[in-house]
């Protein structure tokens, strides 16, 4: 009876901690914080390295040029097929906007050594996007992960490095691959394709890995 009530106690404890937590932390200075690291990158180029790793594809990792100009224009230009989820290479200046998402703040977790606040979004007004969940980093509100529910695309979850600068050295795509419309015509005779695998019931995700260099920013 004594333990049982002892952890009664506990549990109390931290239920009351967690909202004293939240009720300290207001989501929109969080969000607004991370977007004003990144309001200010007008453009971007950067080389990038691609490895794709899909049961069902084999391929060598691949060359690209990426360029990027505010809001929306994103040029991903590589030789063949490559396959990558745009969303991740725009900044989310615009995505992220305070005034276009109700925030909540749900949490605090450590993701690859940074501790991190943890903030759902969701969309005022009808979009392709339907949630997005982002880990923003509490000593310099970088965004160190994020989670994107798509009305038609599925869900694809992003982990972002960095080293000295505010867009990523490198990130990690992982995504949902069951039910994907391969692109046929570009895929040419360097990669091989495993129709069985493809096909494949079980088949459920994917991962991109991207790495950085030479990035050219231009402020505005």
């Known amino acids: 009876m004594i333990n049982t009530f002892k952890k009664y106690i506990v549990f109390v404890l931290i239920i009351f901690s967690a909202n004293v937590i939240a009720q300290d932390i207001d989501p929109i200075i969080v969000l607004d914080s991370a977007q004003n690291k990144l309001k200010n990158v007008k453009s971007y180029t950067a080389d990038a390295e691609i490895d794709v790793d899909v049961d069902f594809l084999k391929m060598k990792p691949r060359q690209a040029k990426i360029s990027y100009i505010y809001p929306n224009k994103l040029d991903i230009d590589t030789k063949g097929f490559a396959m990558i989820p745009k969303y991740g290479f725009r900044p989310f200046m615009k995505t992220i906007n305070s005034l276009d998402n109700r925030a909540v703040f749900t949490g605090m977790e450590e993701i690859n050594g940074h501790n991190c606040y ?55 795509f992982q995504f949902e691959t069951k039910g994907i419309n391969m692109p046929w015509k570009l895929i040419g005779n360097t990669i091989e394709v495993d129709k069985s695998k493809l096909n494949d019931e079980e088949l ?4 991109v890995t991207i790495k950085f260099t030479n990035y050219s920013i231009v402020y505005d």
């Open 204 to 207: 459920k995700s994917g991962t």
């Open 118 to 172: 943890i903030l759902t979004l969701l969309p005022r007004e009808d979009s392709k996007v339907v949630m997005l969940k982002l880990w923003i980093r509490t000593e310099d509100y970088l965004i160190q992960r994020s989670e994107t529910f798509t009305r038609h695309s599925g869900s694809f979850l992003i982990d972002s490095f960095y080293e000295d600068k505010i867009l990523p050295s490198k990130m990690i």
